[in-house]
C-alpha cells in the first residue's frame, strides 16, 4: 500500500478525533477579581476574600434525588432525614463592558461560575 494513501487516510480520523476530544472536555470558569483568581471547589470564605461582597445573594433548597437516578426522594423520608440540598448562588457585576457572573455554591464549595447578562 502507498505511504501517502494511508497518510492520507489516517490523517483526517486523527484530525477528527482531536476535534472531538477537545469538544468533549469539560471546561472549568473561574472568576478574576482583584488580581486572583477564583474557580470550582474553592470555599464561600475564599470567594469572599477575594472577591468581596457580591451585588446579590440568593439562597434556595434544592430537592434530593436518589442516587444515580433523577426521581425526587419521596415524603416523609426527605423531609425526616434531609429536607434539602442547599445551594447558594451570589452575583457579581464585574463592571462597564464585563459580563454578570453568577457564582454558585453546592454544600459551600463552588460548583460553577456562568457568566451571562442578567442573573438567571
Known sequence: MNA??????IAPVLAALAAALAA?????????????????????L????KCGEPLLKDSHCAPLVHAGTLQPVAEPFASALVACQPIEEWVYD?????????????????????????PQ
Open 94 to 118: 464585574r463592571g462597564p463592558g464585563n459580563l454578570i457572573a453568577t457564582v454558585r455554591f453546592k454544600a459551600g464549595v463552588v460548583q460553577s461560575i456562568s457568566y451571562g447578562r442578567a
Open 4 to 9: 501517502t494513501l494511508v497518510r492520507r487516510g
Open 46 to 49: 475564599s470567594v469572599l476574600y
Open 24 to 44: 468533549g472536555a469539560p471546561r472549568a470558569e473561574s472568576l478574576r477579581c482583584n488580581g486572583s483568581s477564583t474557580g470550582e471547589g474553592d470555599s464561600r
